[in-house]
């Protein structure tokens, strides 16, 4: 077994995608619905990462231009939140809760448990395309903390036993 | 539907209260699911199918199946308040199937409060 | 028991003494004489049963499949259960079972603690109403303060009911409300607008949550008298992402009460127009903060600015704004009800009213609480929360959020209010309460907070963004057995240049959890320190992992749970840990009832 640390640190690189020109186009209507309102910038990458999953350059840029403010400028925004992701992500995001409440309840624990298993750290894909990790600050279910959401599923009072047979349900 | 004013604003909540104390003859019976994010995660939706196909199949057309929210104490979620016509509402915690299933027979249809289950009864706030 | 496959149906009627007695013969040749006369004497069978034990009530008859407990039947009761409840399908309620009044062994709402010392204003219709039923919410007087406001009261008498009151704001800052409003009036540039912050960020709070889905339109209601009061027909409500029922019952609420008129233009025909709009966070801390949530709603990074000026005269859209909490606006129909001398009535000298608190970690009873303000730590603690589980005990109470304090044993009498926290090193922050028990180690749980004020610091300014990570790194040595000695010194010191430099809320208590652990658990970080030992054995560096031989009861649980084998034990022997095979994963611990590993 790797040194603990070590895994701790590992980091997964990834190559960004390139849209073919045909998917790209159907970001206009996301556009037509936003453009010339002010401050509608965040609702519309809210529905262009809906679509694509994620938000490559080609899509920030082509929103850029259709709701005239500057690539940087959503460039900015788009790091800013971490609603947003500007990398692909797995069919099936893990978000383990690490919170004050789960914190206290042992989620550090389930969070070893799946870099252990499952290899992938927090902000990692895994090679199989099948999960992404994220670590949340609070889902706001901290009376069955510890708390984790594969999708849109809701685990409570996870048990770091339970944690590998929960996430082996999800293909 | 209309815009109301002060004066309906009256009449819908007389209405309303009406219908919530369950008055003699209308309603029986009141379950309330509690159904917050933390309710649904432990398994409040499932409860609250189970209660809408009893209802459905017993035929029952006094017995009323709402919703609420939280009831505040999320570590004994799933919680559910059942409330007879003349009775204080009781609220049962830690549900999951089998327990819906004694409590629906027990407490719903022969009016016996399940006592294993029951958490409290009487209501938080003074009732309408 | 199951209905056997030739009958639809079972009829039990029992013929012990008891009910023999009371006439269930005569009961069954009723029935048997009811169904022949329907021609259902081969879809319904009747059995006769042996005593049900409940012979007071006899004669008994239950009908199966459902299980219906019919109890006192008479012959003449026949032709009703026939008719009724095997033909219909309809249950004979005369005939259910009624519990006598005496005897409730269920026990009362009020005595129980977690619900008998609540008091309840903000929360006034939990899990009383349909959240998404307007007329329920109505029923309970819903928007009758707002008819009440629209058509009795001036908005500066408005303003003067919320000022009498005492109400401050529930979001963290504590700042009175009523001042608020009136300072926004004051200014004379239109548009203006009211801004309910739903960004409820501090990991263990979750009563804003709780209001928006369960009572979403106490919300609205308070926020259409905010704007009537300072003059504002637009509001946003800023819900975070992460709340999608919130988000989705808060935009029922709205359009249900668009539909009546009470959103939209004259409203309930006074003349007055507000609507509302409900605006998605995006996911970042900081956007709680006033001044970013604004920049956030404008479609912009959430990074606070300096004031003045204040959102009052240059808020959203540079334009006059007031912006409270979703607590805040739901105490404001019930003071426009009843009055602000009766809100004031309740809680303390300075601290009106009740507070909501979200009471989660190492406690029984987890859930949301409302209060008077002034109600003791030890009485939220023990007497609604019910105590520490599994007998350990209670070490500390971390109120406020990341940015709030700890309040250690010892200290559990404090009477909880704005002051009185801030005079303990904690503060009220949005009412998260995390208890922790001895099974916390301090400076894990101080490195935890800064960890997370680093990932959520919006990197504006210095001592924030680049202090904190440093603090936090210092932290990670300590926990990890590299702590040296004036490493306490040296984060007291950034600390307090940390706490006095920075020019957001975020960064002006950011080092308050480093802080107030040093300040009441400086030993804890000096056994880690000096002794490298962490005694609440979180820290996996500093822990030995050995097996204290006197406790070992030589249960062989820490064998059993042991992911990598490492854990030598037989049946009646002491357990061993080969510490080559240990991950230190501390899984032993965890599940070792006698504290006999360390």
Redo the contacts between chains.
């Keep these: 077994?790797e040194d603990?640390d070590a895994l701790l640190k590992k980091k997964v690189q990834r190559t960004v995608e390139v849209l073919p020109a045909k998917e790209l186009a159907k970001l206009d209507e996301v556009i037509a619905r936003y453009a010339g309102k002010?401050?509608?910038?965040?609702?519309a990458?809210?529905d262009a990462q809906e679509m694509y999953g994620y938000l490559p350059m080609e899509v920030q840029h082509r929103i850029a231009d259709g709701l005239h403010v500057s690539p940087s400028?959503v460039y900015?925004?788009v790091t800013?939140?971490?609603?947003?992701t500007i990398m692909p992500r797995g069919r099936h995001t893990i978000r383990l809760c690490?919170?004050?409440?789960?914190?206290?309840?042992?989620s550090k624990?389930i969070l070893?448990t799946i870099v252990r298993e499952v290899g992938i750290n927090v902000g990692e894909t895994s090679q199989d395309g099948r999960f992404t990790i994220e670590a949340?600050?609070?889902?706001?279910?901290?009376?069955?903390?510890p708390?984790m959401m594969i999708g849109e599923d809701?685990?409570?009072n996870v048990d770091?036993?339970d944690t590998l047979r929960i996430i082996q349900a999800y293909e | 539907m209309p815009k109301i004013s002060i004066q309906d604003l009256k009449k819908i909540k007389e209405k309303e209260r009406a219908r919530m104390v369950l008055r003699e003859g209308e309603y029986r019976a009141k379950i309330t699911v509690h159904m917050g994010?933390?309710g649904?995660?432990?398994g409040a939706r499932e409860i609250m199918t189970y209660f809408r196909d009893r209802i459905g199949q017993e035929n029952l057309t006094d017995v009323i199946l709402t919703n609420s929210g939280c009831a505040g104490?999320?570590?004994k979620?799933p919680m559910i308040t059942v409330e007879l016509a003349d009775a204080a509402p009781v609220k049962y915690v830690l549900l999951d199937k089998e327990k819906a299933q004694r409590i629906f027979d027990e407490h719903v249809l022969a009016g016996k409060p399940v006592e294993d289950y029951a958490l409290a009864r009487g209501s938080e706030t003074r009732a309408t | 028991m199951c209905a056997s496959p030739y009958y639809r149906m079972q009829l039990m009627i029992c013929a012990g003494t008891g009910c023999m007695a009371s006439g269930s013969l005569e009961v069954k040749a009723a029935l048997q004489k009811e169904l022949t006369k329907r021609n259902l004497q081969d879809d319904v069978q009747i059995i006769m049963t042996g005593c049900n034990g409940f012979c007071a009530m006899g004669p008994l008859v239950v009908a199966y499949p459902d299980g219906i407990f019919y109890n006192q039947v008479k012959p003449e009761h026949a032709p009703l259960i026939v008719e009724e409840h095997v033909l219909k399908g309809r249950i004979v309620k005369e005939l259910l079972f009624k519990e006598p009044v005496a005897k409730d062994q269920v026990p009362l709402i009020k005595d129980i603690g977690f619900f008998g010392r609540q008091r309840l204003i903000v929360l006034r219709n939990r899990g009383l109403i349909d959240a998404e039923n307007i007329d329920e919410y109505i029923a309970r007087d819903g928007y009758s303060a707002l008819g009440k406001v629209l058509e009795e009261m001036t908005p500066e008498e408005v303003i003067e009911e919320v000022k009498k009151s005492g109400l401050r704001g529930r979001g963290g800052g504590g700042f009175p409300t009523g001042l608020k409003w009136e300072e926004c009036r004051k200014y004379n540039n239109f548009p203006k607008y009211t801004i309910c912050n739903g960004d409820?960020?501090?990991?263990?709070?979750?009563m804003d949550?709780s209001v928006m889905e369960g009572d979403p339109h106490s919300v609205l209601e308070g926020m259409a008298i905010s704007g009537y009061a300072i003059g504002a027909h637009k509001g946003y409500i800023y819900v975070?992402?992460?709340?999608p029922l919130a988000i989705k019952r808060l935009q029922k609420a709205i359009n249900d009460a668009r539909e009546y008129g009470l959103l939209g233009t004259d409203i309930l025909g006074k003349g007055f127009d507000f609507d509302i709009e409900i605006y998605?966070?995006?996911?970042?801390?900081v956007c709680g903060e006033s001044t970013a949530l604004m920049f956030?709603?404008?479609?912009?990074?959430?990074m606070p600015r300096i004031k003045p000026p204040r959102s009052a005269e240059a808020g959203l859209?540079n334009k006059p704004t007031n912006l409270n909490n979703v607590e805040t606006f739901a105490n404001i129909p019930p003071i426009i009800l009843n009055g602000g001398d009766w809100f004031a009535s309740i809680g303390t000298e300075g601290s009106k009213g009740t507070k909501v608190f979200?009471l989660?970690?190492?406690v029984n009873n987890?859930?949301l609480v409302e209060v008077p303000m002034g109600t003791t730590l030890k009485e939220l603690i023990f007497e609604i929360g019910g105590g520490i589980p599994k007998k350990r005990k209670f070490k500390a109470a971390?109120i406020g959020?990341?940015s709030g304090g700890c309040i250690p044993l010892g200290m559990e009498d404090v009477e909880i209010d704005y002051e009185s926290l801030i005079g303990v090193g904690a503060m009220m922050g949005s009412g998260?309460v995390?208890v922790?028990d001895e099974m916390?180690c301090m400076v894990d749980?101080a490195r935890?907070?800064t960890g997370?004020c680093v990932?959520?610091s919006?990197g504006k300014c210095i001592p924030c963004r680049e202090g904190l990570k440093v603090m936090y790194d210092k932290l990670t040595d300590i926990c990890e057995g590299r702590g040296q000695e004036g490493d306490v010194e040296f984060l007291i010191e950034l600390g307090h240049h940390i706490n006095s430099t920075s020019h957001c809320g975020l960064g002006k208590s950011a080092a308050n959890p480093v802080l107030s652990t040093i300040r009441y658990f400086r030993h804890e970080y000096d056994a880690h320190i000096r002794d490298k030992h962490c005694d609440a054995l979180v820290c996996p560096n500093l822990i030995d992992f050995v097996v204290i031989e006197d406790k070992c009861k030589m249960c062989g649980l820490c064998h059993k749970?042991c992911p990598?084998n490492a854990i030598i034990w037989e049946k009646k022997t002491v357990a061993r840990i080969d510490l080559e095979k240990c991950?230190?994963?501390?899984?032993c611990i965890?599940n070792c009832r006698f504290h006999a590993i360390r």
């Design positions: 077994m603990r002010a401050g509608h910038l965040i609702p990458l809210k400028h900015g925004v800013f939140y971490s609603f947003f690490l919170g004050t409440a789960c914190y206290v309840k042992g624990e070893e949340v600050r609070c889902l706001g279910a901290c009376g069955l903390a708390v809701t685990h409570g770091p036993k | 994010t933390c649904i995660a432990a104490l999320c570590a979620e | 409820e960020g501090d990991p263990g709070a979750f949550r975070r992402a992460e709340y998605p966070g995006a996911g970042a801390f956030s709603i404008e479609g912009k990074r959430g859209w979200a989660t970690g190492a987890v859930g971390q959020g990341p998260g995390v922790m916390t749980t935890f907070f997370f990932d959520e919006c749970n990598s991950t230190k994963c501390r899984t965890t």
